[in-house]
């Protein structure tokens, strides 16, 4: 059965991702180890978007607003470019 998405497929600098990059990770995020999900004490990617899509509430809501396939993702703290 073909996965659906909506908000994923909106456009951004008139562009969508192609339905083979979602569910490559879709895929990548139901099968990686939850260690890298988990929280830390580093301003990570999602330390930046906790406002937008905090606050979370588990492993597995981490998982789902973000999975990235290089685990943390650390920003410097000065950085604001992603906030």
């Not at 908000?7 to 490559?24: I, W």
């Not at 939850?34 to 929280?39: A, G, M, S, V």
């Not at 990570?44 to 607003?65: C, E, F, M, N």
């Amino acid at each position: 059965m073909a996965r659906q998405y909506k908000a994923c497929l909106t456009k951004v600098l008139d562009s969508t991702p192609p339905v083979s990059f979602l569910d490559e990770l879709v895929d990548w995020g139901s099968d990686a180890p939850d260690e890298i999900f988990r929280p830390n004490s580093n301003f990570d990617i999602y330390s930046s978007v906790a406002a937008q899509l905090g606050p979370y509430k588990s492993t597995v809501h981490r998982k789902a607003v973000l999975r990235w396939n290089v685990g943390d993702f650390p920003l410097p703290p000065k950085d604001t470019r992603y906030a």
